[in-house]
């Protein structure tokens, strides 16, 4: 039996030193599904400190109309 072994994902913003900001729009597209959903931690790699960071910048720019709500 062979065993795989998966790579260690490592979060974007700390590999980038960079924080997650509400109006950079184009770095929070890549953690927003294409149906509007905040993508969850297992699935983009991001720790969970940076993962609180970018749900409440999705969120703040959700409300000031910079992201959708939804897409239809």
Known sequence: MAVIKKKKKVCYFCREDKEPDYKDISIL???????????????????ARHQRK???AVKRARCIALAPFTTV
Not at 29 to 47: A, H, K, L, M, Y
């Open 29 to 47: 597209e890549r953690f927003i599904s294409d149906r509007g959903r905040i993508v969850p931690r297992r699935i983009n790699g991001v720790c």
């Open 54 to 56: 970018l749900t409440r």
